[in-house]
């Protein structure tokens, strides 16, 4: 089965790129089998990890930055794939 981590942040008004490179930082162990960074307005920032895993495995997940860089606590989900094109 293969299971997404999406890890959603908002930075501090005009700290987006800090907090794409402290995301970009994280290594996370075992590593993903991808592992992509995407940003939005208003500085957000989503990292989508994907791994060969049941949903209910104890994965490795990005950590919360400093409550500096944030505006708000980290929003996390997991999926569970159920089909590619």
């Excluded at 999406?6 to 907090?19: I, K």
């Excluded at 957000?44 to 104890?58: F, G, K, N, S």
Aim: net charge negative.
């Amino acid at each position: 089965m293969t299971v997404a981590l999406m890890w959603e942040a908002r930075a501090v008004a005009g700290r987006g790129e800090e907090l794409l490179s402290w995301a970009r930082a994280q290594e996370l162990t075992p590593p993903p089998l991808r592992r992509e960074m995407l940003r939005a307005p208003q500085d957000r920032v989503l990292v989508i990890t994907w791994w060969d895993a049941d949903h209910a495995a104890d994965l490795p997940e990005l950590p919360e930055p400093d409550s500096r860089l944030v505006t708000r606590a980290v929003h996390r989900w997991r999926f569970e794939s159920v089909a590619a094109d």
